[in-house]
Each structure stands twice: as structure tokens, then as C-alpha cells.
T-cell receptor, first 113, second 113 residues
């Protein structure tokens, strides 16, 4: 079983719709959760992080964390063509492994006009 | 401006040759990381260092070596023992405080010729 697994893509949504990206993780000791956006040929950029159960909103982005079910999701409201990219879920165990992130395989999102 | 600088952007390696990828940061971050990304895949950890003069193997360290003689610098050498080195290499850094999120360099694309 992969340590961090994302919903298989690619995901295609129309402009203005809500894009939903999901991620599950296997280590119950995981403490910090991140979503990165990566455009083709570029390095990943951090768009959201979350530590506590529940929702965290930042503009059009909402991260949701459920530690009991070991999943984290990212919702993108009012999707724009510029949101088309690969989205990477990353998980940190914390403790002595602080900072070391394990990444999922990524979900390709395409927002079509 | 603070950031991470990776060089070169593109690198070509001949069979049996060792090459070194440079990574320099001026963010005063304690920890630095090297990841490898293959097409359509997520990031896999090669090596990481949480303090000067100390580093740890990641999930795919075979065929790679690193050094951490200065806080700012974490070069990666791809040795001839790495049989399939063609990939996108990403260097990242993080500090000890939450959110532990990474700052990434712009990456080096290595191709075997």
C-alpha cells in the first residue's frame, strides 16, 4: 500500500465548477498536510496546509482534514483555466521526522473553458 | 530576495560519468532535501539533511551521494552507479517551525546521452 495515495486522474472540470481532489495516507502519526500545485516543467508551489481536523479556507481553496478516516481533500471553487496543473498531496509525520514530506503521485487537473 | 537556487537548469550526462547538481539557499533554513520526479509521478526522496555535517538516506538513495558542509549548500552527486538517472531533480528547504512546508528550487532536468 502506498503511503500517500491520491485519486486517480486526470480530472477534467468546466470553468466555474468545483474541483475536488482527494488524498489518503497510511501513517496515523502524520501531523501536517500540504497541497502543492505544479505546472508542467516547473517546481511545486505550496497552496494550502492544514494540521487540525475540519476545514481551512483560503480564497477559492478549501482544505479538509479527517484524521480518523486518514484523508485530506482540496476543493477549488470557481475553477479557472489557470488552475490547470498537477496537484500534489504531501504528508509530514512530525516528531524527529519533522519536515520530511511524503508525496502522493499527483492528480492532473484540467479546467476547460 | 530569499530563495533556493538550483543549477544547472539542464544537464546532460554520458554513460559512466558522475555529475553534481548544485543547491544553494539563503533562507537560513536548517533542513534541506533532494527529490527525484519521473514523468507522471510524484516526488521521491533521495537524501535529506536536518543539520550541517549530517544527512540521511531517503527512499531511493542508491547511486546518489550528498554533502552538507555549509548550512546554505546541499549538492547532490549522481554517480555512475545510478543506472536510470534521467529525471527532474528538485531541491527543497524548510525551517524548524510549522508549517514545515517546503520552499523548492526551480529544478534540474538531467538527461543521459
Amino acid at each position: 500500500q502506498k503511503e500517500v495515495e491520491q485519486n486517480s486522474g486526470p480530472l477534467s472540470v468546466p470553468e466555474g465548477a468545483i474541483a475536488s481532489l482527494n488524498c489518503t495516507y497510511s501513517d496515523r502519526g502524520s501531523q501536517s498536510f500540504f497541497w502543492y500545485r505544479q505546472y508542467s516543467g516547473k517546481s511545486p508551489e505550496l497552496i494550502m496546509f492544514i494540521y487540525s481536523n475540519g476545514d481551512k479556507e483560503d480564497g477559492r481553496f478549501t482544505a479538509q482534514l479527517n484524521k480518523a478516516s486518514q484523508y485530506v481533500s482540496l476543493l477549488i471553487r470557481d475553477s479557472q483555466p489557470s488552475d490547470s496543473a498537477t496537484y500534489l498531496c504531501a504528508v509530514s509525520a512530525g516528531g524527529t521526522s519533522y519536515g520530511k514530506l511524503t508525496f502522493g503521485q499527483g492528480t492532473i487537473l484540467t479546467v476547460h473553458p | 530576495d530569499g530563495g533556493i537556487t538550483q543549477s544547472p537548469k539542464y544537464l546532460f550526462r554520458k554513460e559512466g560519468q558522475n555529475v553534481t547538481l548544485s543547491c544553494e539557499q539563503n533562507l537560513n533554513h536548517d533542513a534541506m532535501y533532494w527529490y527525484r520526479q519521473d514523468p507522471g509521478q510524484g516526488l521521491r526522496l533521495i537524501y535529506y539533511s536536518q543539520i550541517v555535517n549530517d544527512f540521511q538516506k531517503g527512499d531511493i538513495a542508491e547511486g546518489y551521494s550528498v554533502s552538507r558542509e555549509k548550512k546554505e549548500s546541499f549538492p547532490l552527486t549522481v554517480t555512475s552507479a545510478q543506472k536510470n538517472p534521467t529525471a527532474f531533480y528538485l531541491c527543497a528547504s524548510s525551517n524548524r517551525d510549522r508549517p514545515y512546508g517546503y520552499t523548492f528550487g526551480s529544478g534540474t532536468r538531467l538527461t543521459v546521452v
